[in-house]
C-alpha cells in the first residue's frame, strides 16, 4: 500500500500526469522564416511536396497550394546542385506572384555542396545523418575498428563543419533528421536497430554544432512504427535534458501510409508525444496528396488542446432515446459552421445526457422532444424550435452573440 509521505514526494509527479493542461517541455526558439519553432510559440505544422524541385512552376504552385491552406513550413527535396539552384528560383516566384514562404531543403548523400548551394535560397536544411557520409554497407562486416570509427568521424566533422558556419553565417536552421530505416552501418553494430542507435547518431551532430557554438536546431527521430518513434523521442528528449540541450523537436512518424491507418498511426504517435509535452513543430506522413497532411495535423493539435483552428464538435454515440437522425443533423451542423473557429458545438440526440455531457461547449443543439429542439448557450436552455428549424435558429443565436463570420469573412 502507498503511503502518504511517498504520495507528498511525488506530488509534483502526480499533478502533472492527472492535469488536463500539457506541460511543453521547454526548448529555445528556432526561427524558419517568420516561424518560430519552440515551447514559447504554437506547435507549427508542416509537410513536403511531391513535385520534382527542377519543375519551377509546378513546384512553386504546390507550395503555394500548401501555404494557403495553412502549411505553415514546407520542405522539398534537393538530390542534386542543379536542384538547389533551382530552389532560389522558386523562392523568387514565390515572392514575386504570393508571398516569402518558410523553405526547408532536403539534402541526403554527401551533401555538402548541395548544402552549401541551397542554403542561400532556403531558411532550413535538412540533413539525415545516417546518409551524409555515406558507408557502404558490408553483410559479412561484424565490427569497426577504434580507428576507422575515428576517421569515420573526422570526416563527418570536415564535411559538416562548412554547413554549419554557413548557416550560422545567415542565421538560418538546420534539421537534424534521424530516420529508423536509415541508420548508419557503424550505429548498427554499436546500438543495433534501436531508438538508441538513433539516439545517439542524432547526439553525435549535435555536439559537432554545440562544438562550433551554433544552436539553431530542430531534430526529429522519425519510425514507420509508433512505438519506436516514441521510444525514441523520448529518450532524446531526456538525452538533451541530461546533457544541457533545450533544442525543439519535429515530430513525424515517418511512412505512415495512407487512408485511415495512416491517420491513426500519426495521431497515436505524434499525439501521445505532444500529450506528454514534446514536440515543437509536426508533419503528418501520408501517402496521399500533401494537402491532406494540414487537416489531420491540425486536427491532432486541436484534439489535445494545443492549438483551435477549426470549430470543435460534441455529439452522442446515439442510442434508442435519440429523437431525430443524428447523423444527418451533425452534418447539417457542420456544414453550417465549420468555417467558424474557436467554438465548441454540442449536438445531442436527448435531454438525459445532453445537457451534463456538453457542459463545455459554447453552443448545445438537444432533442427536447419529438420534433423539438432546445437550443443551449453554455448550459443555459435558451429557447425550443421546431426540428426543421434548428440549424438556422443556431445560427442566428451565433450571429445574435457576435461570433459569425460568412463564409467569405472566414477566408480573409
Known sequence: MTSVSSLELNSELLSRRYSTQIHRRPTRTVMVGDIPIGSAHPVSVQSMINEDTLDIEASTAAIRRLHEIGCEIVRLTVPSLSHAKAVGEIKQKLERNYKPVPLVADVHHNGMKIALEVAKHVDKVRINP??????????????????????????????????????????????????????????????????????????????????????????????????????????????????????????????????????????????????????????????????????????????????????????????????????????????????????????????????????????????KGKGVIALYRGRDEIRKVPEEDGVSALVDLIKQDGKWLEPEEAKL
Open 130 to 367: 545516417g546518409l551524409f557520409v555515406f558507408e557502404t554497407p558490408d553483410p559479412n562486416r561484424t565490427e569497426f575498428s577504434e580507428e576507422e570509427m575515428q576517421l569515420i568521424k573526422e570526416k563527418i566533422v570536415s564535411k559538416f563543419e562548412p554547413i554549419v558556419n554557413t548557416l550560422k553565417a545567415q542565421n538560418k536552421a538546420l534539421r537534424i533528421g534521424v530516420n529508423h530505416g536509415s541508420l548508419a552501418e557503424r550505429m548498427l553494430f554499436a546500438y543495433g536497430d534501436t531508438p538508441l542507435g538513433m539516439v545517439e547518431s542524432a547526439m553525435e551532430f549535435v555536439r559537432i554544432c554545440d562544438s562550433l557554438d551554433f544552436h539553431n536546431i530542430v531534430i526529429s527521430m522519425k519510425a514507420s512504427r509508433p512505438p519506436v518513434m516514441l521510444a525514441a523521442y523520448r529518450m532524446m528528449a531526456d538525452r538533451m535534458d541530461k546533457e544541457g540541450f533545450n533544442y525543439p523537436l519535429h515530430l513525424g512518424v515517418t511512412e505512415a501510409g495512407d487512408g485511415d491507418y495512416g491517420r491513426i498511426k500519426s495521431t497515436v504517435g505524434i499525439g501521445t508525444l505532444l500529450s506528454e509535452g514534446i514536440g515543437d513543430t509536426i508533419r503528418v506522413s501520408l501517402t496521399e496528396a500533401p494537402e491532406k497532411e494540414i487537416p489531420v495535423a491540425y486536427s491532432i493539435l486541436q484534439t489535445v488542446g494545443l492549438r483551435k483552428t477549426m470549430v470543435e464538435y460534441i455529439s452522442c454515440p446515439s442510442c434508442g432515446r435519440t429523437l431525430f437522425n443524428l447523423e444527418e443533423v451533425v452534418a447539417k451542423v457542420r456544414d453550417a459552421t465549420s468555417h467558424l473557429t474557436g467554438l465548441d458545438i454540442a449536438v445531442m440526440g436527448c435531454i438525459v445526457n445532453g445537457p451534463g455531457e456538453m457542459a463545455d461547449a459554447d453552443y448545445g443543439y438537444v432533442g
